[in-house]
């Protein structure tokens, strides 16, 4: 693994299926950050990780749990998809806080039918 | 309240100049950066500017003033390439947030 890695690329779900995408880096950053991204709207924080151990609430969190069980891994759950929350999610690292850069993920794309 | 504005879109000749403005109202400034993003890709750092003044590198410069909440993105000797969009984002000190614009589609045209 090289930088920071989402799975799945891509994915059709059923409104009312429950659905992790998982988040993976291997640069010991501290922070990790989930973000979605829809048109006219740029990228929404969801939910943040300052570090291992630790979750805050972001911009649009509702409908999203996350868990930040190690450095490396934050996965982020839809409980029950609903059709709003199809949307291009982004999950991204950065060494400390909000002075620092973040480096993003490739995206997964998620459909909610 | 938080807000962050920048044109949606812009049109530029390859090889000119173009400028893209970023105005901020923020509680808590800890710095503005620029991103890049090309169409289906993720986002990758251009540059942070946390004082006032202009921050060069290479044919990107980064120009911030902290007393009008502005700042913007230059970028010089246009190539196709830089068809993409750009992301004005503000740090925040009000908890681990960076606040992202909704962005600027660029095209370069020939």
């Known amino acids: 693994i090289a930088g920071i890695t989402q799975a799945p690329t891509s994915q059709i779900l059923a409104a009312g299926r429950r659905m992790t995408l998982r988040c993976t880096q291997d640069?010991?950053?501290?922070?990790m950050y989930w973000y979605r991204q829809d048109l006219g709207l740029g990228l929404r924080l969801i939910h943040y990780s300052n570090t291992a151990g630790t979750t805050g609430k972001g911009e649009v969190p509702d409908g999203y749990s996350v868990s930040r069980a190690n450095t490396d891994d934050f996965p982020l759950t839809l409980a029950s998809a609903v059709p709003s929350q199809t949307s291009v999610y982004f999950c991204a690292s950065a060494a400390g806080g909000p002075t620092d850069t973040q480096y993003f993920g490739p995206g997964t794309r998620l459909t909610v039918l | 309240g938080q807000n962050i504005d920048q044109p949606t879109e812009m049109t530029a000749t390859e090889g000119a100049i173009v400028q893209i403005n970023c105005t901020y109202q923020?509680?808590?400034?800890?710095?503005l950066f620029w991103y890049q993003q090309h169409a289906g890709e993720a986002p990758t750092f251009l540059s942070y500017?946390?004082?006032?003044g202009l921050e060069e590198k290479g044919r990107f410069s980064s120009f911030l003033s902290r007393s009008k909440g502005y700042s913007y993105l230059l970028l010089k000797e246009l190539q196709m390439k830089d068809s993409a969009s750009y992301l004005c984002a503000v740090g925040n000190t009000g908890g681990f947030k960076t606040i992202f614009g909704a962005g600027t589609r660029l095209f370069v045209k020939a």
């Open positions: 923020t509680s808590g400034f800890n710095g």
């Open positions: 500017n946390v004082l006032d």
């Open positions: 640069m010991r950053h501290n922070a």
